[in-house]
């Protein structure tokens, strides 16, 4: 078994890509994180409470990473269901903000347009879209994204781009790492093609 990636791990791969990294960041309260969990009938994931509580939100100088204000994440709760399906594209829309919110918070229960939003519809790669919660981006369509359902066997963290999974982790923290190497990878490339 791989030993845990810690808060600390974190916050130095940040500090690698530039040594402000973290500066505009604003730590949410404990109130904002209950907050958050009761609106959305959900239970964040440990790791993202703890970098929610001692970081916070906000974005990074380069915009390498963005993470949502508490009030967006559950105003914006519902963007995995039409970032993947295309539901609230215009011209084609499946259904209106709200009415995206309420299937998401009832898990597909509160469903306005079953004909649209079928099982297969709301799948990717065998999770539901209503158990990823979009935390944050990448300001190149790449979305950082909790699994937050009842599955404790399902990966934590997936970062999706243009409605395409392009990599899983088991925790948020692993997750934020590999979004960070990749980073460094490609200034590297960069560097090397000047």
């Given at each position: 078994?791989?030993?845990a990636?810690?808060?600390?791990?974190?916050?130095?791969?940040?500090?690698?890509?530039?040594?402000?990294?973290?500066?505009?960041?604003?730590?949410?309260?404990?109130?904002?994180v209950?907050?958050?969990e009761?609106?959305?009938?959900?239970?964040?994931?440990?790791?993202?409470?703890?970098?929610?509580?001692?970081?916070?939100?906000?974005?990074?100088?380069?915009?390498?990473?963005?993470?949502?204000a508490?009030?967006?994440?559950?105003?914006?709760?519902?963007?995995?269901?039409?970032?993947?399906?295309?539901?609230?594209?215009?011209?084609?829309?499946?259904?209106?903000?709200?009415?995206?919110?309420?299937?998401?918070?009832?898990?597909?229960?509160?469903?306005?347009?079953?004909?649209?939003?079928?099982?297969?519809?709301?799948?990717?790669?065998?999770?539901?879209?209503?158990?990823?919660?979009?935390?944050?981006?990448?300001?190149?369509?790449?979305?950082?994204?909790?699994?937050?359902?009842?599955?404790?066997?399902?990966?934590?963290?997936?970062?999706?781009?243009?409605?395409?999974?392009?990599?899983?982790?088991?925790?948020?923290?692993?997750?934020?790492?590999?979004?960070?190497n990749?980073?460094?990878?490609?200034?590297?490339?960069?560097?090397?093609?000047?």
């Open positions: 078994m791989k030993d990636i810690t808060l600390d791990q974190v916050r130095a791969k940040g500090r690698e890509i530039e040594n402000d990294f973290w500066n505009p960041f604003t730590p949410a309260t404990e109130d904002e209950a907050s958050i009761s609106a959305l009938q959900i239970q964040l994931p440990a790791q993202f409470k703890e970098f929610y509580r001692c970081i916070g939100w906000g974005g990074s100088p380069s915009g390498d990473l963005r993470i949502k508490p009030k967006d994440l559950i105003d914006d709760c519902s963007v995995p269901i039409y970032h993947v399906s295309g539901s609230y594209f215009a011209g084609d829309r499946w259904a209106d903000i709200e009415e995206h919110r309420s299937l998401w918070i009832s898990r597909g229960s509160d469903n306005s347009n079953p004909e649209r939003f079928t099982d297969e519809s709301m799948d990717l790669n065998g999770v539901k879209l209503w158990d990823l919660l979009m935390v944050g981006d990448d300001e190149s369509a790449g979305t950082h994204n909790l699994y937050v359902g009842a599955d404790p066997g399902v990966y934590q963290y997936c970062m999706i781009h243009c409605s395409n999974v392009l990599y899983y982790a088991d925790s948020f923290y692993e997750g934020l790492l590999r979004t960070f990749d980073f460094l990878v490609s200034i590297e490339e960069c560097a090397l093609d000047d």
